[in-house]
Structures are given as structure tokens and as C-alpha cells.
């Protein structure tokens, strides 16, 4: 049995854009399994705030109680500080008091004709987390409000909606609403090389024809040179129409493409909890966490062995 280790390498990362909701990267050198690993940790073990606990004392609305509270802890909290927070999993069983809660108000009633919305910006703040508030949260008269909030539910004249909501750290992997990114996925970056000797037998109009078979704009036939370039790899989405058209003009070989194992473009969109630069840092932080973990059980698992003479 083989005992070499695998090549060591150190993963560079070259960022692209950054926005509070959404930003795009290249991760390479390294492998598909660390990428996804990033991947994953961004969706289930970035922690964030959440209401978790909904205590109704009035609902005349039209909708029950097991709905509104559905929806108000779907709503994205500012999570900026989530950090100072102490989550079920930061603690042992038996230590519920150290848990920290984020206690909201809501008392509305409609008192007029028109119908009155009911909005994420209903929620009375808790005066001991003041900055902790639901994304997009404005206060002031709902029609001068530049932020009009996360609709909840709709009052007609004499329904009346009161409740305490409880925030609460946690992470994806007990419920999606503690998730802090709506989306992020990975595109392995494409090796696209053409075979130039047999590109030449084409004419102009087959060349033309191949390259509009294409949905994005990923060749151009160079009009100096009448060769078939690759302007743009990552426009490429592994549609196969390529390939098949290849095949039709009886060129099969014409193109060989194939996704790099050491390139990835990363995607991340926020919910506007957490800056997506913020999300990122703490999914590595996660990782490296978890390594430590590992790391230290195999030094205790060898020490162990160490001691019984094996």
C-alpha cells in the first residue's frame, strides 16, 4: 500500500467583485472537494440571527398563528454582531441560561377603512440590541418610508395582531432561515481546446454555423485570420450544442472540452444578514476550525497509541 501523500498545494483566491449582497470569486489551486466544502459551510455553518420563538396573544387576522410566525422568522436579521451572541451549540445541554435572546414587540390594529399592511417594520426593537433590527427596516409614516419592509399579513378595519418575537443565534443546518447567503454555487472553469487542423477543413459559413450553434458567445472567428478563437471559457455552460454540431458537420473532435479540478468561480447572494465579504471569512474561519478539531483528535488518538506501546 502506497503512503505518499498527496502533492501539497495552497489555494489562491482572486476576487472579482464584492457588493453587501453579492459578490464573485476565483478559488484555484485546489481541489472540487475543498471547494464544495466552502460551499456547504456557507449554506449550513455560518451562524446568523433569527427569530426562533413567536409568543401570539392576539390574531384576529386571516391568517393562523403557526403562518405568521412561519413568516416572521423567515425575515433576515441584521446580523453584523452575531459574533457576541451564544448559540444552543456554543453551549452544554444543561447551561440554557447562557443562552442570549433578541425579544421584538408587535402591536397593530386597524382602526380605519383601508386596508392596513402589516410589515417587518412593525416590529418594535428590543432596547437592549438596538442594532439588531430586520433587514430593509425603516420607521415613520408607512407612505414616507423608503424601505417599506417584509410584508406579513394584511388588516381590514377592526383585526388586530399582537406578539412577542424571540431572535435567537443559530445556523442553516437546524433551519434554513438561519441561512446567510439566498444562494451560492460554484462553476468549475472550462479547458476548451479547439483542434485547429481540423478546424481548417471547415469553410467560413461551417466555421460561422459552429460558432452561433453556441447559446453564449464563447468563440469568434478572428476575421485577420479566419481562426476560430475562444473569447470567453466561462460563458460556456456545458450545453453539449457545441459538440453536437460538430458532430453534424461530421468534425467529431473538433472541440474538447472539459472542467478544470483546480479552478472555480464562486457566487455568493446574500440575504442581506451578513456583507457576503463577512460570509466568505466566516466560511473559512468555520473550515480551518474544524481542521483544528480534527488535527487535535488524531495528536490525542496518537499519543494514546503511544502510551499502550503500540
Not at 452544554?92 to 386596508?115: H, S
Not at 479547439?194 to 458567445?217: V, Y
Not at 466561462?234 to 453539449?240: H, K, L, Q, S, T
Request: hydrophobic content about 40%; proline content about 5%.
Amino acid at each position: 500500500m502506497s503512503s505518499r501523500a498527496a502533492p501539497k498545494r495552497t489555494p489562491q483566491v482572486s476576487v472579482r467583485k464584492i457588493e453587501p449582497d453579492f459578490c464573485e470569486f476565483v478559488l484555484s489551486d485546489t481541489d472540487p472537494s475543498v471547494a464544495n466544502a466552502l460551499r456547504r459551510v456557507m449554506l449550513s455553518e455560518v451562524p446568523t440571527l433569527a427569530i426562533d420563538l413567536v409568543e401570539i396573544e392576539v390574531n384576529t387576522t386571516v391568517l393562523n398563528d403557526e403562518f405568521i410566525a412561519h413568516r416572521l422568522g423567515l425575515i433576515p436579521l441584521v446580523s453584523q454582531r452575531v459574533w457576541d451572541f451564544t448559540g444552543a451549540y456554543d453551549t452544554n445541554d444543561d447551561d440554557e441560561n447562557a443562552l442570549m435572546d433578541i425579544v421584538f414587540q408587535m402591536d397593530v390594529k386597524c382602526t380605519g377603512d383601508d386596508t392596513l399592511d402589516v410589515t417587518s417594520n412593525d416590529l418594535q426593537l428590543d432596547p437592549s440590541f438596538p442594532d439588531i433590527h430586520p433587514v430593509a427596516y425603516s420607521t415613520g409614516p408607512q407612505d414616507a418610508q423608503a424601505e417599506k419592509g417584509v410584508l406579513l399579513v394584511k388588516l381590514r378595519k377592526g383585526q388586530h395582531l399582537k406578539l412577542k418575537a424571540i431572535a435567537r443565534k443559530g445556523i442553516g443546518k437546524d433551519h434554513a432561515k438561519w441561512q446567510p447567503v439566498a444562494t451560492v454555487a460554484f462553476q468549475y472553469m472550462p479547458d476548451i481546446r479547439i483542434n485547429h487542423a481540423l478546424m481548417d477543413t471547415l469553410s467560413e459559413e461551417q466555421k460561422l454555423q459552429w460558432i452561433q450553434s453556441s447559446p453564449n458567445p464563447v468563440f469568434r472567428l478572428n476575421p485577420v485570420t479566419a481562426q476560430v478563437e475562444v473569447v470567453d471559457a466561462e460563458a460556456y455552460r456545458y450545453d453539449g450544442e457545441v459538440i453536437a454540431k460538430a458532430k453534424a458537420l461530421g468534425k467529431e473532435g473538433l472541440v474538447n472540452i472539459t472542467p478544470r479540478q483546480d479552478m472555480f468561480i464562486f457566487r455568493v447572494e446574500g440575504t442581506g444578514a451578513m456583507a457576503t465579504q463577512q460570509i466568505v471569512v466566516a466560511a473559512i474561519d468555520v473550515l480551518l476550525r474544524k481542521l483544528d478539531t480534527l488535527q487535535q483528535s488524531l495528536a490525542s488518538a496518537d499519543a494514546a497509541m503511544d502510551m499502550d506501546g503500540l
